[in-house]
């Protein structure tokens, strides 16, 4: 039964290995998206290209469709793949700060690394901030550390939240990123004015 | 109206030869493949912050191994010594190579500053350090960033990631506003 990493013990170096071959997938994805690029990032946020909320969400519903089928067919056990606890305050109030940096910042931390691949000093500045960020944050406020094991609900999906199954949630995303499709194409239209002449396309 | 008259084209523009994006539904179809092949070879979604905090303790460590380990913090990626052997930060190294070898192939690599029409570069590198630092402290407190939370958390329905997703973008609209002629 998949993950495979459940049947097989991986030796340190076959793991790393591993990451430097899926990492070249998620790179090349993120670049071929226009994601090495802090305009095309930020534009999501004035609304004239929806990119960031297209690629995401249809990477989210993919993902989703392949975990539904096959666990469905029996081969891949949902139980044994790694789930974030939950905390509300933690996440909610990470969210908020996180968006600001983002915005403020014009990358993520896994496009950051997109943008410094093709060239582009702001990312890694905004690289050399994380850093600085990370390291503030062990230092200075490691109490933050306990406060969020003390919110936390353990494992807390919207299947066990609501007693309805992945399988409907999954249709409901499909059902939902075509309505946002639609959506999007809207949005586009009604706020090319915003556009710069130069947005990378 | 267009924003060129404003101010100084844009100091990051596309070289004339470059190629254009893939359509962005394709990507994300390609991205869901790789994150699931994530998923079902490690049994884990993607990451990225991990690695950031990895570089952390490594650094931590540089000036007092004792004080690495002992951190609370640090020592969730001190990994007995060996902070740079890890997981995420060779999935960020790979990352780079197929960010690079996408944009070669596209012709889209250059050294540059991306910015919108009406900042100049000394602040949008100011700026991009402050928001490295900020979205660094908000992936560490929400245990996870846009890989991490948004895209592997929101393909398994994780409550605390959805959660994450929308506070994620209710402050970056909101704050869009002020920071505006950083970008457009």
Known sequence: MLPLANNFEFSAVTNLAIAVLLGFGFGFCLERAGFGSARKLTAVFYLHDKSVVKVMFTAIVTTMVGLFLLSSAGVLSLSDLYIEPTSYPAQMLGGLVFGAGFVIGGYCPGTSVAGIATGKKDAMLFALGMLAGVMAYAELTPGIEDWIAASSRGELTLPDLTGIGMGWWTLAFVAFLFAAAHGMQWLERRFAHLRPLHHPR | MSHTLAGSAPHSRRRADSLPFWNPYAV?????????????????????????????????????????????????????????????????????????????????????????????????????????????????????????????????????????????????????????????
């Open chain 2, 28 to 184: 994300g179809f390609l991205l869901g493949l790789v994150l699931l092949a994530t998923f079902v070879i490690t049994g884990r979604g993607l990451g990225a912050t991990g690695a950031f905090s990895s570089v952390a303790a490594w650094v931590a460590g540089l000036f007092s191994p004792e004080h690495a380990a002992a951190n609370p913090v640090h020592s969730r990626y001190w990994n007995e010594g060996a902070p740079l052997q890890s997981w995420t930060l060779f999935l960020l190294i790979g990352a780079f190579i197929g960010a690079l070898v996408s944009g070669l192939l596209g012709g889209r690599v250059g050294l540059t500053i991306e910015r919108g029409p009406r900042v100049s570069d000394r602040t949008r590198l100011i700026l991009a350090f402050s928001g490295g630092f900020i979205a660094a402290y908000g992936a560490k407190i929400a245990k996870g960033c846009t890989s991490g939370q948004a895209l592997s958390g929101g393909s398994m329905l994780n409550a605390g990631s959805l959660v994450f997703m929308g506070s994620v973008f209710l402050a970056a609209y909101v704050l869009a506003y002020f920071v505006r002629k950083e970008w457009i």
